[in-house]
């Protein structure tokens, strides 16, 4: 076929002369630029280069635990209803509309120091019901009439700001994230790479403009340690493990922390609170696919706790 400015204009002409294909295309331009306004441009990232596995049986994981100092801590509350965080919660049961824990969690690695597990709410919590949300979050907090408060001090008035090494997360929504922003700009912030999507740079805009210092976990080789398909050995010491557990978000990581006073299973949102976890019911999740993985992480949590009984459980926001 020739091809020709001319035959190119009348082949744009023709696709244009039906309506809906020239709604659908202002339509998919006016998304695309919206899209491009809106989603920040990725983090620099750098990969968190984790240890090689030391230790492929958790029996044996839990035997040799390494002194961590974990620090469960509260740093916030949100008021809502706690059925829209699961996939199919029942009409009816008693802690339905029970304000929920915003929680992070520090660690102290003979080591490697310092390091904290998720932000909870900024400093500005304390105040406001949208704190330092951006503007879309902020839309979102009004439309669905949530509640967060801060009536403790925040993260960073808990722990040495400066000393800090570091900050794993559990995945990026804003009730994780927030309270980084009082952090010094270049720590390191540690996440499931697959976290890093349109979805967690969309809810955290403005926060990954503001801090520098982004990496992420690869969980591309990590090892397979029933009940878990894909566990990374943090440090490779068999000290603290990053645990993919994905469908609540699309990198969601619990994590272990193998304390000498007592291991601690950090389940974040693939478990929101207890009645969820003791019946069952997993998080809600974008997507039929992601729904599904949230139910198997689930079951990969409930199985460990009733394997290891005596590893503590820490719910995500109870
Ligand atoms: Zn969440």
């Keep these: 076929m020739h091809l020709s400015f001319q035959s190119l204009t009348d082949a744009v002409k023709r696709f244009f002369r039906r309506p809906v294909r020239a709604v659908l295309f202002a339509m998919a331009v006016a998304f695309l630029l919206l899209a491009w306004l809106f989603i920040p441009p990725s983090p620099a990232l750098t990969e968190f280069k984790v240890g090689t596995v030391s230790n492929k049986g958790w029996t044996s994981v839990l035997n040799h635990p390494v002194d961590l100092n974990v620090q469960v801590l509260r740093v916030g509350a949100i008021q809502m209803d706690r059925n829209s965080l699961l996939q199919q919660g029942p009409q009816d ?64 008035a808990l722990i040495p700001v400066n000393t ?32 890093y999507d349109w979805l967690g740079k969309l809810i955290n805009t403005d926060l990954l403009e503001k801090h520098r210092h982004w990496q992420y976990l690869s969980f591309e080789h990590a090892a397979s340690i029933a009940p878990f398909n894909e566990v990374l050995d943090v440090f490779g010491d068999g000290s603290v493990w990053a645990l993919s557990t994905r469908g609540h978000s ?31 019911l997993a998080p809600a999740a974008p997507g039929e696919t992601n729904k599904q993985f ?25």
């Design 294 to 318: 949230a139910r198997q992480s689930l079951n990969a949590l409930v199985s460990f706790a009733e394997q290891f009984p005596q590893v503590r459980v820490e719910l995500g926001h109870e």
């Design 164 to 195: 800090l090494k570091g900050m794993f997360l559990t995945h990026l929504h804003p009730d994780h994230t927030s309270g980084i922003e009082s952090f010094p700009a270049d720590m390191p912030v540690i996440a499931d790479v697959r976290e």
């Design 93 to 156: 049961w008693s802690e339905r509309y029970a304000a929920l824990a915003v929680k992070a969690y520090v660690f102290e690695h003979p080591n490697y120091g310092l390091f904290a597990i998720d932000a909870g709410f900024h400093r500005s919590f304390a105040d406001q019901n949208e704190g330092n949300y951006n503007g879309l979050m902020r839309v979102m907090v009004k439309l669905s009439n949530i509640e967060n408060s801060l009536t403790t001090p925040a993260l960073d």
């Design 250 to 280: 699309a990198g969601h990581v619990s994590y272990l922390l193998n304390d000498t006073k007592g291991a601690v299973l950090v389940t974040g949102d693939a478990s929101h609170f207890g009645f969820g976890f003791h019946q069952r």
